[in-house]
């Protein structure tokens, strides 16, 4: 199942991407490349909870006590987002974005 989601077209594009803007600013290389990679495995988890989420709700049923609980893939979400968001500020995405925000630049690939 991981990997029908490495072959998606949204997959290849967002990793393109990525290693794209890392080649523009002359930074294709390791350790770059290995945290898009990072990046990329928390963007499947990501996908994963939220089909997970979608299928069986953000609560489901704890069956020793016969009561509902919060998904666990809520909290999974939850944090392979914040460390997306880290990754992506740490990769020099997100000071970039605020650039071009700042400046009136448009870029469509963030």
């Known amino acids: 199942r991981v990997e029908d989601i490495r072959q998606s077209s949204e997959y290849k594009k967002l990793h ?5 803007h890392l080649k523009d600013r002359g930074l294709k290389r390791l350790p770059y490349t290995d945290m898009v990679e ?7 988890d990501v996908r994963r ?3 997970d989420i979608d299928i ?3 609560q489901i049923m704890d069956e020793r006590r016969g009561t509902p609980i919060a998904n666990p893939s ?3 979400k939850r944090q392979a987002s914040d460390a997306m968001r880290k990754l992506f500020a ?7 974005a605020k650039r ?3 400046g009136g630049e ?5």
């Not at 990072?38 to 499947?44: A, E, P």
């Open 16 to 20: 393109r991407a990525l290693l794209k």
């Open 38 to 44: 990072q990046y990329m495995d928390f963007w499947i």
């Open 49 to 51: 909870a939220q089909e």
């Open 56 to 58: 069986h709700g953000v």
């Open 74 to 76: 809520c909290a999974v």
């Open 90 to 96: 740490t990769l020099g995405f997100e000071a970039e």
């Open 100 to 102: 071009a925000a700042a």
């Open 106 to 110: 448009e870029d469509d690939e963030l």
